[in-house]
Nanobody, 122 residues
Framework: VQLQASGGGLVQAGASLRLSCAGS????????MGWFRQAPGKEREFVVA????????YYAESVRGRFTISRDNAKNTVYLQMNSLKPEDTAIYSC????????????????WGQGTLVTVSS
């Protein structure tokens, strides 16, 4: 499966953004999906994951209550709604697909999309 992330941009603190991750292939709905981010000079960080059906989600503590993940398997797309953005959310956000169950471990993911840059100014 090929993944294409989009929706990043430059916003002020407190603003919202919605990222999209479009997948190719008719098996998209079989994959658990995750969002990860990497800030300059920092390690890649788990953000959120969602099961193949969308019934289960798992958020990093740093984004819980502000970010919401969802998916539309009919459109082969996963969304990340980001509200109340903070400067520390600045990073390149990447989506990934896992054949197995959803996870916070990036090593459990089989396919990765290119990232989209989110910059939050103070």
């Amino acid at each position: 499966v090929q993944l294409q992330a989009s929706g990043g941009g430059l916003v002020q603190a407190g603003a919202s953004l919605r990222l999209s991750c479009a997948g190719s292939g008719h098996t998209f709905s079989r994959y658990a999906m995750g969002w990860f981010r990497q800030a300059p000079g920092k390690e890649r960080e788990f953000v959120v994951a969602i099961s193949w059906s969308g019934a289960r989600t798992y958020y990093a503590e740093s984004v819980r209550g502000r970010f919401t993940i969802s998916r539309d398997n009919a459109k082969n797309t996963v969304y990340l709604q980001m509200n109340s953005l903070k400067p520390e959310d600045t990073a390149i956000y990447s989506c990934a697909a896992a054949k197995g169950d959803y996870s916070s471990d990036p090593n459990r993911y089989d396919y990765w999309g290119q990232g989209t840059l989110v910059t939050v100014s103070s």
